[in-house]
């Protein structure tokens, strides 16, 4: 099914370059347009989620650098049964993380310095199976393909501009730009709308199992969503076409943001992890260690 979706991806930022090359160039324009996006794909495949980790400014570190958060990980990547993710930090008071890569086997974690001083071990323990579950899901493929396409379809807009400041064919053009600039950040949005919202109840539930505890990541979850509404992440501002690869929208900085969420009502996803742990008699467990 991802790669259905994927492919669906690609096929619309294709079909999306070739008819804006064409409205503003002609059938040259449509020639150079596919020779855009097919480049555009292909990068996109293999380098979107070095792309994604460089727009956050996020840092690798290792067993060295962070012992705590990189032996976490390596445990819940053991259980499981995933090869062991590149683990990155982002410096960022605004708490929230991601999972990124084309598959389990070139997979990278990151979270922010602000996740990990507001969270316990428990709760930071929750938030990092829940990414791992994205990537035994094998969502992180579509998720970082959709951050790439989304951003490159809001900049289409930038490039109608650049034409109409180069064309000679007046008015029809003019409404081509306007078509262009009105559309492209809706078709952005419209990409990410395509990133179903069951895959965050399906992570929610798979890393519930991986950490072995549902209220680890409801309770995080809560803590992620009161802190996150009063802190601005300004990178993931500048870059609104990643927000849908966090655990918890990082937009709200400005009006609009949610229009295109594609992040479930935080409270129905720590129902849905609270009923887990009824069936699962661990309303009153212990911690991990």
């Known amino acids: 099914m991802n790669f259905a979706k994927t492919a669906l991806l690609l096929a619309g930022l294709t079909a999306f370059f070739m008819g804006m090359g064409y409205l503003l160039a002609g059938a040259t324009g449509a020639v150079i347009a596919l020779g855009i ?28 650098t962070a012992p705590d958060y990189v032996n976490m990980v390596a445990e819940l990547a053991r259980n499981a049964d995933l090869p062991m993710p590149k ?11 991601f999972a990124t890569g084309r598959n ?28 791992l579950a994205h990537i035994k899901n094998r969502d992180t493929l579509i998720m970082t393909i959709s951050a790439t396409i989304a951003g490159a379809i809001s900049m289409l807009a930038n490039f109608a501009m650049f034409f109409r400041g180069g064309s000679n064919r007046g008015g029809s053009n003019i409404i081509v730009v306007l078509i262009a600039m009105f559309f492209a950040p809706m078709a952005a949005g419209v990409i990410q709308m395509m990133i179903s919202r069951t895959r965050e109840y399906a992570a929610d539930r798979l890393g519930a199992e991986i950490c072995q505890n549902p209220l ?65 008699g661990q309303l009153h467990q212990g911690p991990w260690r």
């Open 37 to 64: 996006a097919l480049a555009m794909n292909a990068f996109s495949y293999w380098n979107s989620d070095k792309h994604v980790l460089k727009m956050h400014n996020a840092e690798q570190v290792t067993v060295q």
């Open 87 to 97: 683990v990155y930090i982002i410096r960022e008071d605004q708490p929230n993380a």
């Open 104 to 131: 389990p086997e070139n997979a990278a974690v990151a979270a922010t310095t602000g996740l990990m001083n507001r969270l316990t071990h428990e709760e930071l323990a929750g938030v990092m199976a829940h990414e």
């Open 216 to 280: 680890w990541l409801a309770d995080a979850l809560r803590k992620i969503e009161r802190a996150a509404k009063g802190i601005d992440y300004e990178r993931a501002e500048q870059n609104p076409a990643t927000a849908h690869m966090f655990i918890i929208n990082p937009l709200h900085g400005r009006p609009g943001d949610s229009l295109f969420s594609t992040h479930p009502n935080t409270a129905n996803r720590i129902e849905a992890l609270m009923e887990m742990a009824r069936e699962r």
